[in-house]
């Protein structure tokens, strides 16, 4: 009798511990709650295009928290790996973006964010081939960049 005592008690245990941890849900309403007055870009223009559609796509109309952004965009190509030929076989790619934003009646108040992020693509035969995968890793870059900026100007504008 006192083992299925003990045995309820634990259960009971289990089953309230996770209630208590103190997890809270992100309210995803609540993200994106600014729109955007102005962007300026500067540096690498395709990229700094992308982003920018990215950053346009994902504020709201007319929001609170009226922003203005520089952009500043550096992309590098470097050689990252080569045969015992000395052939190139796969390059890297690091872009950085340095963007600056604050809010629109408030223009002594700035926010810096810095994002570095680095990816590698490897060498064809076919020279087209190798054009293309560069191309979807600058594409795959700019896509991950863009929602990480998203995500600390969300974080940056809820803090202040």
Known sequence: MTIKKVLKFLILIIMLTPLSCGFKVLDRSQSNNFSIKSISTDGHKRIGYKIKNNLLVSSGEEQQNQIIINLKVDKSKSIKEKNIKNEVKKYQINL??????????????????NLNITGDYSVDQVHSRTIA???????NLTENISEKLIDEIDIRLNDI
Do not use: P
Not at 96 to 113: G, H, Q
Not at 133 to 139: A, G, R, T, V
């Open 96 to 113: 950085k973006v340095n963007l600056t934003f604050y809010r629109f009646e408030e223009t002594e108040d700035k926010e810096v964010i």
């Open 133 to 139: 995968n560069e191309k979807k890793l600058i594409d």
